[in-house]
């Protein structure tokens, strides 16, 4: 998840001029205010904007999920990412909208209530996690209530005499319960505004940067 804005750096520039500072010294101002307001973008993605627009499980998952990579000098890209959540959250897709497929092509949409994790349904309420779950028209299906053995007469036993023979499902208070439909794609609208907040929160920090930057870029340059 990417975003650009740009900046009217012509503020710095008559700061510089009035301060007499040097090409070298208004980059060096440019980064340290970049990165100054990266990162207080940073906090406010963190506190308000995803908080405000999702109902948080862990919420130590997206102050993990953000990252800041600085601007230098020679560099003045400063960038707020989610490469270290690797996909985790779908942060991308809940700043811009999109489809959601899996390796496999298929997408278990929840439809029974599921317990929901940090990053959407419970490890221990996913299919592969369910005990005696199993897959019949496009569904997925766990068995509840106790189980109960099923006896057989085995050939070659005396006549009354049985023998296990696996178990079954059903009877009063047991059966079997849909618990996901399996789809190619779910669609995910854009519902976290992760943009916005940036291209606003990056400007007015920016605003406030130029005048105080300046001054203190210079006077670590005169002592």
């Known amino acids: 998840m990417t975003a650009l804005v740009k900046f009217d750096t012509s503020a710095f520039e008559r700061a510089a001029k009035r301060l007499e500072a040097s090409p070298k010294q208004m980059a060096f101002a440019i980064s340290k205010s970049l990165n100054a307001a990266a990162h207080d973008t940073r906090r406010t993605l963190i506190a308000q904007t995803w908080p405000q627009h999702m109902t948080q499980r862990n919420k130590g998952f997206i102050a993990f ?13 400063v960038k707020i990412t989610d490469a270290r959540a690797n996909g985790r959250g779908n942060l991308k897709l809940h700043a ?3 489809v959601k497929r899996t390796e496999h092509h298929r997408v278990a949409v929840p439809i029974a209530g599921q317990r929901l994790g940090p990053t959407g ?3 221990s309420q996913r299919p592969a996690a369910i005990a005696g779950a199993f897959e ?5 299906f766990k068995p509840y209530g106790k189980k109960y053995p099923t006896y057989v007469y085995k050939r070659g036993k005396k006549k009354g005499q049985v023998s296990k023979a696996g178990g079954s499902w059903g009877g009063a208070g047991r059966g079997i319960k849909r618990m996901f439909v399996l789809k190619p794609s779910v669609t995910i609208k854009p519902d976290v505004p992760f943009r916005r907040d940036f291209r606003v929160s990056m400007e007015a920090n920016m605003r406030r940067a130029t ?13």
């Open 65 to 77: 999920a953000l990252s800041v990579e600085n601007s230098s000098r020679s560099n003045l890209t």
């Open 136 to 140: 019949r028209n496009g569904a997925i």
């Open 96 to 98: 811009d909208g999109g």
């Open 121 to 123: 349904i419970a490890k």
């Open 211 to 223: 005048t105080s930057s300046m001054a203190n870029v210079m006077k670590v340059a005169m002592r």
